[in-house]
């Protein structure tokens, strides 16, 4: 069995790893699309392929957190890595629609088993040496790194296509510097499947004498339906647990306006889809940047008001900028506004992370981070054509306005974990008096 961890060794690797996750999604993000209708695909045809890849993600995410409890952390997250190399070689390479379909799938496929294996092999691996402790700071760090990573990656991908060194330095024509940012975000994900083979080590239970270790893995795979089903047992009895994927569902509607009904604005405002596509990638690299901010702020806020109110707090916040984003009327304002929302949207996401793992167990941890993940999905994908419907029939700034206050409504949700957040610190309390 691998060395026990202390806490700190696994807080520097969570940060590590989370830096070379997320860094080659930066240089990739903010151009995809651009990548897309350059290599001839309509705008209709690159946003079916980026649903085909949603709706795969949808389907894979519980099945495959529920592989992650039966069989461990680190394999999972090593097949999640190596399919991410597929994903980023497969768009490097794509130059037709259903080239960028299959890429979509195995993306998909690759962030079903990304989500979760890190965050609770962070969290087990903390808990082995202090057991049930909170992690909501180091949560909070992570998701300035891994904002931050976003962010230089996007700004790296702007200079890299700004300077095209395929170009100006080799001399080659006919090669974008959209292809080159490609790649270079392709062979970011072989660096970051390196590290988490050499940094994620874990302890897992030995294998029964006269097995194989494949043996071991493929009889507690046989596991994992038990654990989804003890999953969504939890999901229907636990009402914290509940109304905290109601805060996820309410949350996604909100996302539509930051991150989706944002250029359209812009454009509106600025007059032309060109002037408004110059300006989003450093406004995006900014919002992450802010995004980082926010979170190192919600380690601070939770230490202060406590978990709870420091995630209701953030969702306040997140959804007023997002309406007053839809209310105003200049570009300059609508940036500043988008600034705003980012860096809240970055404020919420520690603590609700934090809270969801005080209703999980080593057992079914990254089920329930699925569970909340996939609820995301699924009321995105729900929400997304209505308020689509409602921008074309009354205006994108209604529709901004109506998606920001139906996140608002999210903040009731957290009410329950306010209350066993109360409960838990008169217990503590008590214990200590006595």
């Given at each position: 069995m691998s060395p026990v961890l202390t806490p700190r060794e696994a807080e520097r690797r969570l940060y590590l790893l989370t830096t070379t996750r997320w860094l080659p999604v930066g240089f990739i993000v903010g151009i995809i699309i651009l990548l897309q209708t350059g290599r001839g695909l309509t705008v209709a045809q690159a946003a079916s392929s980026f649903a085909i890849g949603g709706l795969v993600t949808f389907a894979l995410e519980l099945p495959t957190s529920g592989f992650a409890d039966a069989v461990g952390r680190r394999p999972v997250y090593l097949a999640a890595a190596a399919l991410g190399v597929v994903a980023a070689v497969g768009i490097a390479l794509a130059q037709s629609f259903w080239w960028f379909v299959a890429a979509a799938v195995v993306t998909g496929a690759f962030r079903a088993l990304d989500s979760g294996p890190l965050?609770?092999?962070?969290?087990?691996?903390?808990?082995?040496?202090?057991?049930?402790?909170?992690?909501?700071?180091?949560?909070?760090?992570?998701?300035?790194?891994?904002?931050?990573?976003?962010?230089?990656?996007?700004?790296?991908?702007?200079?890299?296509?700004?300077?095209?060194?395929?170009?100006?330095?080799?001399?080659?024509?006919?090669?974008?510097?959209?292809?080159?940012?490609?790649?270079?975000?392709?062979?970011?994900?072989?660096?970051?499947?390196?590290?988490?083979?050499?940094?994620?080590?874990?302890?897992?239970?030995?294998?029964?004498?006269?097995?194989?270790?494949?043996?071991?893995?493929?009889?507690?795979?046989?596991?994992?339906?038990?654990?989804?089903?003890?999953?969504?047992?939890?999901l229907a009895t636990n009402r914290v647990l509940l109304a905290l994927v109601g805060v996820e569902v309410f949350w996604s509607v909100g996302m539509i306006t930051f991150e989706s009904l944002m250029p359209l604005r812009l454009?509106?405002?600025?007059?032309?889809?060109?002037?408004?596509?110059?300006?989003?990638?450093?406004?995006?690299?900014?919002?992450?940047?802010?995004?980082?901010?926010?979170?190192?702020?919600?380690?601070?806020?939770?230490?202060?008001?406590?978990?709870?109110?420091?995630?209701?707090?953030?969702?306040?916040?997140?959804?007023?900028?997002?309406?007053?984003?839809?209310?105003?009327?200049?570009?300059?304002?609508?940036?500043?506004?988008?600034?705003?929302?980012?860096?809240?949207?970055?404020?919420?996401?520690?603590?609700?992370?934090?809270?969801?793992?005080?209703?999980?167990?080593?057992?079914?941890?990254?089920?329930?981070?699925?569970?909340?993940?996939?609820?995301?999905?699924?009321?995105?994908?729900?929400?997304?054509?209505?308020?689509?419907?409602?921008?074309?029939?009354?205006?994108?700034?209604?529709?901004?306005?109506?998606?920001?206050a139906i996140s608002l409504l999210g903040v009731a949700c957290y009410v329950p974990a306010r209350r066993q957040e109360r409960g838990r610190a008169s217990l503590e309390t008590s214990v200590v008096a006595h």
């Open positions: 965050e609770a092999w962070f969290v087990d691996a903390v808990h082995a040496t202090m057991s049930g402790v909170d992690v909501d700071r180091q949560l909070s760090r992570a998701g300035s790194v891994l904002g931050g990573a976003i962010a230089v990656g996007a700004l790296a991908s702007g200079g890299l296509i700004w300077w095209d060194p395929v170009r100006t330095v080799f001399g080659v024509s006919g090669v974008s510097a959209l292809d080159a940012a490609a790649w270079v975000s392709a062979a970011l994900t072989v660096v970051h499947l390196v590290a988490a083979a050499a940094l994620m080590t874990e302890q897992r239970p030995p294998a029964a004498a006269g097995r194989s270790r494949w043996s071991h893995a493929l009889s507690e795979a046989r596991t994992t339906p038990v654990v989804i089903a003890g999953g969504l047992r939890l454009e509106e405002l600025v007059g032309s889809a060109e002037r408004a596509g110059a300006l989003v990638g450093p406004v995006s690299a900014a919002g992450w940047g802010l995004f980082a901010v926010g979170s190192w702020l919600a380690g601070v806020t939770s230490g202060r008001i406590g978990v709870a109110r420091a995630a209701m707090v953030g969702r306040v916040l997140n959804a007023f900028g997002a309406v007053v984003m839809g209310l105003v009327a200049g570009p300059v304002a609508l940036v500043a506004a988008y600034l705003f929302t980012y860096s809240m949207h970055g404020m919420n996401g520690p603590p609700h992370a934090a809270l969801l793992h005080r209703q999980a167990t080593s057992a079914n941890r990254a089920t329930v981070l699925s569970i909340n993940s996939m609820m995301a999905f699924l009321a995105f994908a729900v929400a997304a054509p209505l308020v689509g419907t409602l921008a074309d029939r009354a205006s994108i700034s209604t529709a901004m306005v109506t998606a920001g």
